[in-house]
Nanobody
Framework: QVQLVESGGGSVQAGGSLRLSCLAP?????MGWFRQAPGKQREAVAV????????DYADSVKGRFTIFQDKGVKTLYLQMNYLKPEDTAMYYC?????????????????WGQGTQVIVSS
């Protein structure tokens, strides 16, 4: 069982920044960030292919969020800039071992407990 532990959430005003962290026992082949706002379905925010170093972002966060990893400390990050109130959600780190790395929730086998992000206007 792979345990993922997120941190870094909090409250921030619109236009501000936060950096989320996800500590993993190892950097798996495909890792990503998902979010779920109240009353909405969980959606993919960004994924990263740890072998090919490719990334994929939701259109709503392109140009504002950056997913990256530090294999030395086995941590996945999500740098969030220019935050908007609509970014308010519970953010989850997820991972899987498969070679196909795409922003599809069904593909991800391992999940963290989530970290809350609140953006006020």
């Amino acid at each position: 069982q792979v345990q993922l532990v997120e941190s870094g959430g909090g409250s921030v005003q619109a236009g501000g920044s936060l950096r989320l962290s996800c500590l993993a026992p190892d950097i798996l082949y495909c890792m990503g960030w998902f979010r779920q706002a109240p009353g909405k379905q969980r959606e993919a925010v960004a994924v990263i292919n740890a072998k090919q170093f490719t990334t994929d972002y939701a259109d709503s966060v392109k140009g504002r969020f950056t997913i990256f990893q530090d294999k030395g400390v086995k941590t996945l990050y999500l740098q969030m800039n220019y935050l908007k109130p609509e970014d308010t959600a519970m953010y989850y780190c997820a991972a899987h071992h498969s070679l196909l790395c795409r922003p599809s929730e069904a593909d991800f086998r391992y999940w963290g407990q989530g970290t809350q992000v609140i953006v006020s206007s």
